[in-house]
């Protein structure tokens, strides 16, 4: 059985701050996203990282895929508060060509002043 | 270009009856994945359909079903409803997946299930 974690699951930093948020997942994967979801609204997609070493910038945040390791990481660089909200990675277990989305728990990510 | 809807956005049932849900897909998307959504279990696939044809199917009972038509448009059913089927019921559509490109699913705005 895929499992997919996400550490860590809650995180306060103060505006300006850099951190990381981890992605493992148990099993081999060709696809892993990124997706953003705030409070009471749907997912948002942030990134796709197609291969190893697939590296993604938009912003503020950076998003990078190790599958030797079975890793990926969501880079926080000067956090502002809009960055508040909760992250979700997610493997794509490939079946029949289609999509079938196996999520970690989400990182909650606080700003504060 | 209008996004994913998803419609009722809020439903309050009781045990034991029964809900459809539906879910419009981007225009051009033939394929539209379920996904239940839940303060305890977090975000768990339910299934997928292409082209009125269910292509994955996640670990959830046979109260749970769904399906596609020619449209594109797919419902989900889910019979005989328990108090932890209160949940977000997201739907999400997306392009045909090509190698090496970075298609991804686009999630539509979710329905609120309250189960009493």
């Known amino acids: 059985e895929l499992k997919v974690e996400q550490n860590p699951l809650f995180l306060s930093m103060q505006e300006g701050k850099n951190y990381t948020i981890y992605c493992n997942y148990s099993t081999t994967s060709d696809r892993l996203y990124w997706y953003r979801q705030d409070p009471g609204k749907s997912l948002e997609s942030l990134f796709v990282l197609l291969s190893n070493g697939a590296v993604k910038q938009e912003g503020r945040l950076m998003a990078s895929l190790d599958t030797k390791a079975r890793l990926s990481t969501l880079h926080i660089t000067a956090a502002v508060h809009d960055l508040s909200a909760t992250y979700f990675c997610a493997v794509d277990i490939r079946r029949n060509s289609g999509y079938a989305l196996n999520f970690g728990k989400g990182t909650s990510l606080l700003v504060t002043p | 270009k209008a996004g994913v809807t998803q419609t009722p956005r809020y439903l309050i049932k009781t045990r034991g009856q029964q809900v459809t849900l539906s879910c419009s897909p981007i225009s051009g998307h033939r394929s539209v994945s379920w996904y239940q959504q839940t303060p305890g279990q977090g975000l768990q696939f339910l299934f997928e359909?292409?082209?009125?044809?269910?292509?994955n199917k996640g670990n959830f009972p046979g109260r749970f079903s769904g399906r596609q038509f020619s449209n594109s448009r797919s419902e989900m059913n889910v019979s005989t409803l328990e108090l932890g089927d209160s949940a977000l019921y997201l739907c999400?559509?997306?392009?045909?997946?090509?190698?090496?490109?970075?298609?991804?699913?686009?999630f539509g705005p979710g329905t609120r299930l309250l189960v009493l």
């Open positions: 999400a559509s997306s392009p045909p997946r090509l190698a090496g490109y970075q298609e991804t699913q686009y």
């Open positions: 359909y292409f082209s009125e044809t269910q292509r």
